[in-house]
């Protein structure tokens, strides 16, 4: 059989994977991007009908590409953005192939590099790229027995309301994806639980400016001043219709029950734990959190901002935080589904290197892996909290690049 050699194969063509074509190729590295669909197709496929970008076109890009005929302000419905991703590829004339399922990465044996098995042959490469991003196995906790005849599907499987069965739904976690499903079903018009968990909530936009411009401003998207209350929790903005700031009293009061965290089934009871308040109002201290700091940034540096004291009224607590429901008869609630909508898992069971802690998490430092010549590009906080998102993805996927062409001129170097 024969094999084809690279110096650097990219595993995976979506915003990770180009973004580490871009970089490679302005540094005259030889690479191959392998995907085992189409480009960018987790969001053409693994997503709901309705999803858009958690963040404005003027920002969610890469540097070397607006959205065309999209207004800067909107955020871009999911189609849209894998048409963008496919249109930077065609750009770059990125070596991306499609339909090339990869299958096993292991060392190779007495000798520098790697041997790749895929779908499509084996390549030989000194460096291997992760780009698989982190959605990668959808998660959901094992409560509810296949017997007790609930519908159940993961966030990544739904696709509008119309697919479910009649009758209420339960949808566990309350970051991006569980409140605009929420929502979305309860104007369908669904009856509707929403068990709510930690989470982070921020404004959407404050005093004329959108959360994201606000990250940048305040420093918060480089998290030099870390909060360890809101690190690892769900992270609760959305473009959805427009742009609007989550807001749990908002959906209570538009009909969306609001439960605690989902902790057991038993014998067709769904029982849930105490805290929905203090969830709640923790979330609304993390969101009145960014108004005081954009205040004092606006202060301190004389903008002429809006005043918005509109964002600092929350609406009157809604009867579900008066009285938390702490279980529900799923028969008599009507409930026929449960949505998880809970994450995802990595799934690096074709990495076979050393590049893994003792848990089975990528061991790295900025996406270099303890394996020399493994990295890995696109998960949450890989550097810092942008790193899982358009923006973020392009300038770590830069460093890495740099990185590689610093090593190959380490294994290139002849003694004279």
């Given at each position: 059989?024969?094999?084809?050699?690279?110096?650097?194969?990219?595993?995976?063509?979506?915003?990770?994977?180009?973004?580490?074509?871009?970089?490679?190729?302005?540094?005259?590295?030889?690479?191959?991007?392998?995907?085992?669909?189409?480009?960018?197709?987790?969001?053409?496929?693994?997503?709901?009908?309705?999803?858009?970008?958690?963040?404005?076109?003027?920002?969610?890009?890469?540097?070397?590409?607006?959205?065309?005929?999209?207004?800067?302000?909107?955020?871009?419905?999911?189609?849209?953005?894998?048409?963008?991703?496919?249109?930077?590829?065609?750009?770059?004339?990125?070596?991306?192939?499609?339909?090339?399922?990869?299958?096993?990465?292991?060392?190779?044996?007495g000798r520098p590099g790697f041997t790749v098995t895929t779908s499509e042959g084996i390549f030989e490469a000194d460096n291997v790229v992760a780009a698989t991003g982190p959605f990668q196995r959808p998660r959901y906790p094992n409560i509810i027995p296949e017997s007790s005849g609930i519908?159940?599907?993961?966030?990544?499987?739904?696709?509008?309301?119309?697919?479910?069965?009649?009758?209420?739904?339960?949808?566990?976690?309350?970051?991006?994806?569980?409140?605009?499903?929420?929502?979305?079903?309860?104007?369908?018009?669904?009856?509707?639980?929403?068990?709510?968990?930690?989470?982070?909530?921020?404004?959407?936009?404050?005093?004329?400016?959108?959360?994201?411009?606000?990250?940048?401003?305040?420093?918060?998207?480089?998290?030099?001043?870390?909060?360890?209350?809101?690190?690892?929790?769900?992270?609760?903005?959305?473009?959805?219709?427009?742009?609007?700031?989550?807001?749990?009293?908002?959906?209570?009061?538009?009909?969306?029950?609001?439960?605690?965290?989902?902790?057991?089934?038993?014998?067709?009871?769904?029982?849930?734990?105490?805290?929905?308040?203090?969830?709640?109002?923790?979330?609304?201290?993390?969101?009145?959190?960014?108004?005081?700091?954009?205040?004092?940034?606006?202060?301190?540096?004389?903008?002429?901002?809006?005043?918005?004291?509109?964002?600092?009224?929350?609406?009157?607590?809604?009867?579900?935080?008066?009285?938390?429901?702490?279980?529900?008869?799923?028969?008599?609630?009507?409930?026929?589904?449960?949505?998880?909508?809970?994450?995802?898992?990595?799934?690096?069971?074709?990495?076979?290197?050393?590049?893994?802690?003792?848990?089975?998490?990528?061991?790295?430092?900025?996406?270099?892996?303890?394996?020399?010549?493994?990295?890995?590009?696109?998960?949450?906080?890989?550097?810092?909290?942008?790193?899982?998102?358009?923006?973020?993805?392009?300038?770590?996927?830069?460093?890495?690049?740099?990185?590689?062409?610093?090593?190959?001129?380490?294994?290139?170097?002849?003694?004279?």
């Amino acid at each position: 059989m024969s094999v084809e050699k690279i110096n650097t194969l990219v595993i995976g063509a979506g915003q990770a994977g180009i973004a580490m074509s871009e970089h490679l190729s302005q540094m005259d590295v030889p690479h191959v991007v392998l995907e085992r669909s189409r480009i960018a197709e987790r969001w053409r496929s693994e997503r709901w009908d309705s999803l858009v970008a958690n963040g404005p076109a003027w920002h969610d890009r890469f540097p070397g590409l607006k959205f065309e005929g999209v207004d800067p302000e909107a955020f871009p419905p999911k189609e849209r953005v894998a048409d963008y991703f496919e249109d930077y590829a065609k750009m770059l004339n990125a070596p991306v192939r499609t339909g090339v399922n990869v299958t096993k990465v292991v060392h190779n044996e007495g000798r520098p590099g790697f041997t790749v098995t895929t779908s499509e042959g084996i390549f030989e490469a000194d460096n291997v790229v992760a780009a698989t991003g982190p959605f990668q196995r959808p998660r959901y906790p094992n409560i509810i027995p296949e017997s007790s005849g609930i519908h159940q599907l993961h966030s990544s499987s739904y696709k509008n309301p119309g697919q479910l069965p009649e009758g209420a739904v339960l949808v566990v976690g309350a970051g991006a994806s569980g409140t605009q499903i929420a929502e979305e079903l309860r104007q369908s018009g669904k009856k509707v639980y929403l068990s709510v968990g930690e989470h982070y909530r921020p404004p959407r936009s404050y005093r004329g400016r959108d959360y994201v411009w606000w990250l940048g401003a305040l420093g918060l998207w480089d998290e030099v001043k870390i909060t360890p209350k809101k690190q690892h929790v769900a992270f609760a903005v959305s473009g959805y219709e427009g742009g609007r700031t989550v807001d749990f009293r908002r959906l209570a009061h538009m009909g969306v029950n609001l439960v605690g965290i989902t902790k057991s089934w038993n014998e067709g009871v769904l029982e849930f734990r105490e805290g929905l308040t203090k969830n709640i109002a923790d979330g609304d201290e993390a969101y009145f959190d960014v108004l005081r700091e954009a205040d004092a940034y606006i202060e301190q540096n004389g903008l002429s901002f809006p005043t918005e004291p509109e964002a600092w009224e929350l609406l009157p607590d809604p009867d579900c935080l008066k009285q938390p429901i702490l279980s529900l008869n799923a028969e008599e609630a009507g409930i026929t589904t449960v949505l998880w909508a809970t994450g995802f898992e990595l799934d690096y069971s074709w990495l076979q290197v050393n590049a893994f802690d003792e848990n089975g998490q990528p061991f790295h430092k900025r996406g270099i892996s303890a394996e020399s010549g493994i990295y890995f590009l696109g998960l949450p906080n890989l550097v810092n909290r942008a790193s899982s998102f358009i923006y973020g993805v392009w300038h770590d996927a830069k460093y890495i690049a740099d990185h590689i062409v610093i090593q190959n001129g380490y294994m290139n170097y002849k003694k004279p």
